[in-house]
């Protein structure tokens, strides 16, 4: 009995470990790459409108960022519902931090256009997207990291499995062996003359 529930207790753990590993790792990992691809497709829509604002109406430009920034804040909130280590909660109120920082001068710099030279991007925006992108792949190896140790984890834990079932066997026979020899010990009791006596 008392193997059977450390069984079950180690296979829960182990499906746990699996799971975090899944959809705590695995899945946010995947989705600060595509954040990471969107902060660009914003910096590259951006540099170009400001370098030729009077080809692209500002009204397109606004509603594409918007499309970009609403799936960055989708990203975010999902990844705020994963189970997060403290330096990575630290790390992601940065990265949410720099990103408002971000949006806010671009949507300035889209309102007044004309009123800035070209290398306006270089001078402002630049430290804050290289601040962001820092910020994600910090958070991208903090991902690798505790990946590791969940794996680690996991390993450690189908050890301890093996282990048991180990000692399950050497226990049963251990056991056996004791049966056998008090079967033995009971048949040398047995009085010679009724050795060889049955019962009708």
Request: aromatic share 10%.
């Amino acid at each position: 009995m008392g193997s059977n529930f450390l069984e079950k207790k180690f296979f829960t753990d182990i499906n746990q470990s699996v799971s975090s590993i899944y959809n705590d790792r695995l899945i946010p990992a995947a989705e600060l790459f595509h954040a990471n691809d969107i902060m660009y497709k914003k910096r590259l829509l951006l540099e170009k409108f400001l370098a030729t604002p009077v080809l692209q109406p500002v009204g397109t430009i606004q509603e594409q960022l918007a499309v970009y920034n609403a799936q960055i804040d989708s990203i975010v909130l999902a990844y705020e519902d994963t189970y997060l280590v403290n330096e990575e909660s630290i790390r992601l109120q940065h990265f949410k931090k720099s990103v408002y920082q971000y949006n806010q001068l671009e949507a300035k710099y889209l309102a007044k256009a004309g009123e800035f030279s070209p290398d306006v991007y270089e001078k402002r925006l630049a430290p804050l997207f290289i601040d962001i992108h820092q910020d994600l792949v910090q958070l991208s190896s903090i991902q690798t990291s505790v990946g590791k140790d969940l794996l680690h984890g996991s390993q450690n834990i189908s050890s301890g499995v093996n282990l048991l079932s180990n000692l399950q066997m050497a226990v049963a026979v251990i056991i056996m062996l004791v049966v056998y020899t008090l079967l033995l010990s009971a048949r040398s009791l047995v009085p010679k003359n009724l050795k060889d006596f049955r019962l009708n």
